[in-house]
């Protein structure tokens, strides 16, 4: 386990109260996630909107390698995120999209409905896995509105302790990457 990470996308479910919860046009949701520098994944089905109070399980996981031999830039990266040097790719931000239903499927296009983040250092802090995690969902333009609850299980720890423990010297500084002027 201390050579990959697992995302696995449980479950989403709405308040009732939200925007997306009453919209009609929201048919259809998936949850896309994006991770480090990866290309961003996704749930490869669409599930009909879960009813208030109901939620709709997903159950699709997905493991990012993270072996010295193949992915070393991967885990400078990550040491990188777990030091503090990589802000800007210390959270996973997993967004809930809505997918037109099929008949409309010309017409409308798919649409961010709320967006949801795990601070990867978290799981180091906390010296475990972050296993049915129930994140906040908010609304894309405005973080206070919650739209509902995503559950994700991320399980990184081995890894990240793994990261933590190689000699220093594997990784070249980004600054000794920069062109010389």
């Known amino acids: 386990a201390s050579e990959r990470l697992r995302v696995e996308i449980v479950a989403v479910s709405l308040k009732p109260e939200s925007r997306a919860a009453h919209d009609p046009y929201v048919v259809r949701l998936f949850v896309e996630y994006s991770l480090l520098d990866l290309p961003s994944e ?42 503090g040097r990589n802000p800007q790719m210390e959270s996973i931000r997993f967004t809930l999209v809505s997918e037109p239903p099929e008949e409309e499927e010309q017409e ?41 609850t995503l559950t994700v299980s991320v399980e990184a720890l081995d890894a990240l302790r793994s990261i933590m423990d190689d000699p220093e010297h594997d990784y070249t500084p980004v600054s000794h990457l920069q062109a010389v002027t």
């Not at 939620?55 to 193949?70: A, F, G, K, L, P």
């Not at 250092?121 to 969902?137: A, F, H």
Request: aromatic share 4%.
């Open 42 to 83: 996704e749930t490869p089905l669409s599930l009909p909107k879960p009813a208030p109070g109901q939620s709709v399980h997903y159950n699709y996981s997905n493991v990012i390698h993270v072996d010295q031999e193949n992915n070393r830039a991967r885990r400078a990266l990550l040491r990188g995120v777990l030091e």
């Open 108 to 148: 409308r296009e798919c649409e961010d409905v709320g967006v949801a983040y795990l601070r990867i250092p978290d799981i180091l802090e906390k010296q475990q896995d972050l296993m049915e995690s129930r994140l906040n969902v908010v609304e894309m333009g405005d973080s206070s509105k919650v739209v509902g």
